[in-house]
């Protein structure tokens, strides 16, 4: 049984969903404390040419606040302001017209709740990917909520029957194999491959917004970028 655990991220690169595939179990890491700055609302998408950072608004967002614990801003037009960027950088590519109606039935989802609204978000491109695999909520799973950091990833890939356990290749730093041996449980981490996809620019930018991704390539070439990686 392998499991993969990362935390919710809005609209997250072509990376995230290729974990999503590799492992049989999907936990959406949301009980723990939300990073000011970094990506769990936030993203980028090809405007003019060039990498723009768009946000959806927080109320009183704070570290000390974990993810399932904050809430969208109410009653704002920054939903309708995204997705307006969105329209305006997109509309010429060629699957604009499957696609948008799925960023936008997503955006102005009313759900007020971070953690509920991203764990949407990314089940409805999962559904569009023909992916499959068991999404859950760590905040849902009853485990040692004491536990952090390493003992907390093996405690819930123990939870739910894993046997191997598969990281986003940024964790190499994090997460020692020996540990996770000792455990019963084996380490992987997955690395995407080089893909490159015609963005009608001069320059390819990596790693944008699966939005991106989307927008510029058919269902089934998408399917065969969900492949292109090694797990190592």
């Known amino acids: 049984m392998k499991i993969g655990i990362m935390q919710p991220y809005l609209f997250p690169y072509l990376g995230y969903f290729q974990l999503i595939k590799a492992v049989d179990k999907f936990v959406i890491y949301d ?7 970094g990506w769990v609302n936030r993203n980028r998408i090809l405007l ?5 950072l768009f946000s959806l608004q927080i109320s009183k967002k704070s570290q000390n606040k974990k993810i399932n614990e904050l809430s969208i801003v109410p009653e704002s037009n920054n939903r309708i302001r995204i997705l307006s960027m969105i329209q305006s950088a997109y509309k010429r590519a060629p699957m604009y017209d499957q696609i948008f109606p799925i960023i936008r039935n997503i955006l102005l989802n ?7 609204y991203i764990s949407r978000s990314i089940a409805e ?27 907390k990833i ?9 046997d191997t356990y598969i990281n986003a290749i940024g964790g190499q730093d994090l997460y020692l194999k020996n540990n996770f041996i000792k455990n019963n449980l084996e380490l992987k981490f997955i690395q995407m491959d080089s893909v490159i996809y015609d963005q009608k620019t001069k320059v390819f ?7 991106d991704v989307l927008m510029f390539n058919e269902l089934k070439i998408v399917k065969k970028m969900l492949m292109m990686y090694s797990l190592i």
């Open 31 to 37: 009980d723990v404390n939300y990073i000011v700055g």
């Open 48 to 52: 003019n040419g060039q990498p723009h």
């Open 110 to 116: 009313p759900e007020g709740n971070m953690s509920s």
């Open 125 to 151: 491109i999962c559904k569009y990917l023909e992916i499959y695999t068991q999404i859950l909520l760590s905040s849902e799973l009853e485990k040692d909520n004491k536990l952090k950091g390493e003992d």
């Open 154 to 162: 093996m405690e819930i890939s123990k939870v739910l029957g894993g």
């Open 205 to 211: 930018i990596p790693n944008l917004s699966i939005m």
